[in-house]
């Protein structure tokens, strides 16, 4: 298997790659900048239209853009793409399109209109992602078509609550965990720590309890090798997610598709997840008494929706198969490992950077002990803390739906099947709404006597809105909450000397699923007991 590090710098060149090989072709006409600036039309590049002197077609449109983004990305080396659509924004307004190959896009950065792409019942539908299917992603939470995911939602929703997903009684699986993350960073004192990894473990084993009934040990290398698959699958390179998007006729040729950049990696990690996932089902399978399928309480996830599958008529379709089973297992696994992993992982960064801000952090949590959640209401630094990490590191910079139908968004038509992309990294940098946005600034989300003020701005920002919105939001805030707490109480966090001058660089992070900062360390010390 290829080092973390190898793997980083591959899906570096890949994102790097991707900008340069099929970025935007921005309407450029006056006529259509005109139409935009007016609020009646958008019509993607490339289509037919009275805006257009002529239709030009995808390859003419991928050249005319390339050599202007190529040149954008050597002017900026270390820039990911989400810094180009601030760009894109400044020149052609809140709304934007283009085209690529036979895709259309919308790039909405205005905060009011932001909201009305995740919550509107016309962008409900997933985005097409063909190159999931490519690997074997057929169903789950994330591929599922719209009648299957209702179910599977619906059904998800039920079970995890009634294992006390996101309520207070999951806060003593979260604090258990905890305590096995302090153990875990105090036999490390010693030296630097590779943060993403520490919090992956604890993190992952939270959701693990919930699915598969059972925690596993941080030093096992099956885990290990579980929490690498994970990060294989969302470090995943941005040619190979929108590639087979601008060109659908690749969805036919799996041996092209598996040949971009990234496959190779994402294919190992997503095929080593789906085994391992296989694995646990059919142990659960052996164990479980299907004549006792009355059970009052679901021991974890499987066991649940097993019982679920026996209840349906097997001759009859329906929407839990093992199929549906493994998928959506795998999906929780991914999705509620990573997410909160690397919010976490960033917010020890930013610890690290800034000790004042680690100082009144630890004030107000240094004393609670086990009775964080319980008082969390008055945790008025601590909740203005994690705003401003979420809102200044932004760990899904576009979140990316698909219109089923004609539809506008604030006054901008916008056609059926177009990819559009509410773009949470421009409103995160909006001045008019978070003044000086490039400064981490938690005092932001404060009034004037100290209180926690909540920003309505921050609505949907981080863990989106409507019914694509992450199920898991309660779960990761309470886990954010309980295991910086931990970190603060007992360790001060410190960026090693090496690793200080490349602040910068590491803040910068690295594109995929998931914005991560890129990898470094961190130096957790032991603080004194009185």
């Known amino acids: 298997m290829a080092s973390p590090e190898s793997r980083s710098t591959s899906n570096l060149q890949g994102a790097h790659s991707a900008i340069e090989n099929f970025t935007v072709q921005a309407k450029q006409s006056q006529t259509v900048q005109h139409e935009l600036h007016q609020g009646f039309d958008l019509r993607p590049a490339g289509r037919a239209g009275e805006a257009q002197e002529e239709d030009p077609g995808p390859g003419v449109a991928i050249l005319g853009d390339l050599p202007t983004a190529t040149k954008w990305t050597l002017a900026n080396p270390g820039k990911l793409p989400m810094h180009r659509t601030l ?11 283009f085209g690529v190959g036979s895709a259309t896009f919308v790039i909405v950065g205005d905060p009011a209109m932001f909201r009305q792409v995740l919550t509107h019942e016309d962008f409900q539908e997933h985005i097409n992602l063909p190159f999931l299917k490519t690997f074997g992603a057929r169903k789950g939470i994330f591929m599922a078509d719209y009648e299957r995911w209702k179910v599977h939602r619906r059904f998800s929703h039920r079970i995890l609550r009634d294992l006390g997903f996101g309520k207070i009684q999951m806060q003593d699986n979260i604090l258990r965990e905890a305590t096995h993350l302090v153990d875990d960073l105090r036999s490390r004192c010693s030296e630097p720590v590779e943060t993403r990894a520490a919090m992956s473990c604890a993190v992952s084993n939270v959701i693990n309890q919930l699915v598969f009934g059972k925690r596993f040990d941080y030093s096992e290398p099956e885990f290990a090798r579980q929490l690498d698959s994970a990060r294989m699958v969302t470090n995943i390179s941005l040619t190979l997610v929108f590639f087979p998007m601008m060109f659908p006729w690749l969805e036919g040729h799996p041996d ?5 950049p990234g496959s190779a990696s994402f294919a190992e990690g997503y095929a080593f997840i789906k085994a391992f996932c296989k694995r646990e089902i059919a142990w659960h399978k052996e164990k479980l008494d299907f004549n006792n399928n009355e059970a009052d309480q679901p021991e974890d996830f499987i066991t649940a929706f097993l019982r679920e599958q026996v209840r349906q008529d097997p001759d009859s379709e329906h929407y839990f198969t093992d199929d549906d089973l493994c998928d959506i297992v795998a999906d929780f696994f991914v999705a509620g490992t990573d997410t909160t992993a690397v919010a976490l992982t960033w917010a020890a960064l930013l610890l690290a950077k800034h000790q004042d801000v680690q100082d009144k952090v630890r004030a107000e949590l240094f004393y609670l002990g086990d009775t964080i959640l319980e008082k969390q209401a008055g945790l008025h630094y601590t909740r203005a803390f994690w705003d401003e990490v979420l809102r200044f590191c932004m760990l899904v910079p576009l979140n990316m739906r698909h219109s089923v139908r004609e539809t506008s968004v604030g006054g901008y038509r916008i056609p059926a099947d177009t990819v559009v992309g509410a773009n949470a990294y421009a409103v995160s940098r909006n001045a008019e709404l978070f003044p000086e946005p490039e400064t981490f600034r938690p005092a932001r989300f404060l009034d004037a006597e100290g209180c926690y003020c909540r920003s309505p701005a921050m609505d949907g920002l ?30 001060q966090l410190e960026l090693p000397e090496k690793e200080r001058p490349r602040f910068s660089e590491i803040f910068i992070g690295e594109d995929g699923a998931v914005h991560q900062p890129k990898q470094h360390r961190i130096l957790f010390t032991e603080l004194p007991r009185d």
């Open 462 to 491: 981080v863990f989106g809105a409507g019914k694509r919105g992450c199920m898991g939001e309660s779960l990761a805030r309470m886990e954010m909450l309980v295991f910086l707490a931990s970190l603060v109480q007992n360790f």
């Open 87 to 97: 760009e894109l924004h400044g020149q052609f307004g809140p709304v934007y399109s």
């Open 256 to 260: 092209v598709m598996k040949a971009l």
